[in-house]
T-cell receptor, first 117, second 111 residues
Framework: GAVVSQHPSWVICKSGTSVKIECRSL??????MFWYRQFPKQSLMLMAT?????????EQGVEKDKFLINHASLTLSTLTVTSAHPEDSSFYIC?????????????FGDGTRLSIL | LAKTTQPISMDSYEGQEVNITCSHNNIATNDYITWYQQFPSQGPRFIIQGYKTKVTNEVASLFIPADRKSSTLSLPRVSLSDTAVYYC????????????FGKGTRLLVKP
């Protein structure tokens, strides 16, 4: 149980393109999902908290208009990197937490490697 | 903000028991401690979670002393495939669950 599916796993695109990444909780419902970014040899950096049915909460320094988050259902959150540039190249990881129970841990997708040429 | 401190790296040999300790001096009364494992180019994988004393599952044990200011992840008889980064997470104050990552411990298992 507690499977989080993230797609695509790998994207290469030209500068200026917008890229959408999907995060799905397959066997549980999640009112809250998280989006992280990870650079090589570094830890995960929280970008934003995605809340079902409401606006996402962004961490300081993360551009809301650059990283659009939509959490339209209890099992799906999407991150759209708009007008991507080479500096947006990174490993993006989502996570979801089963809303049942106060101490449920997060479960993570396998990440999306984004390369902007 | 509950902050965790772990060793940056550890080396071990196949078949040995590995213990990774995490300090979390400001852990709140009701908070749990959660450990994750991450391989390169993959998302973190949940290993174990605990509140106090000892928790054991099929892959690891978690030891938490009475003051709960630290915890130790114990990996019995490690193999080469246990080479990974291990993260200890404690919830930010008032949040109830963990979502902020520290630097983690890079474990290298040698043959």
């Amino acid at each position: 149980g507690a499977v989080v599916s993230q797609h695509p796993s790998w994207v290469i695109c030209k500068s200026g393109t917008s890229v959408k990444i999907e995060c799905r909780s397959l066997d549980f419902q999640a009112t809250t999902m998280f989006w992280y970014r990870q650079f090589p040899k570094q830890s995960l950096m929280l970008m934003a908290t995605s809340n079902e049915g409401s606006k996402a909460t962004y961490e300081q320094g993360v551009e809301k208009d650059k990283f659009l988050i939509n959490h339209a259902s209890l099992t799906l959150s999407t991150l759209t990197v708009t007008s991507a540039h080479p500096e947006d190249s990174s490993f993006y990881i989502c996570s979801a937490r089963d809303q049942r129970g106060a101490h449920q841990p997060q479960h993570f997708g396998d990440g999306t490697r984004l390369s902007i040429l | 903000l509950a902050k965790t401190t772990q060793p940056i790296s550890m080396d071990s040999y196949e078949g040995q028991e590995v213990n990774i300790t995490c300090s979390h001096n400001n852990i709140a009364t009701n908070d749990y401690i959660t450990w994750y494992q991450q391989f390169p180019s993959q998302g973190p994988r949940f290993i174990i979670q605990g509140y106090k004393t000892k928790v054991t599952n099929e892959v690891a044990s978690l030891f938490i002393p009475a003051d709960r200011k630290s915890s130790t992840l114990s990996l019995p008889r490690v193999s080469l495939s246990d080479t990974a980064v291990y993260y200890c997470l404690v919830p930010p104050e008032g949040q109830g669950f963990s979502f902020i990552f520290g630097k983690g411990t890079r474990l290298l298992v040698k043959p």
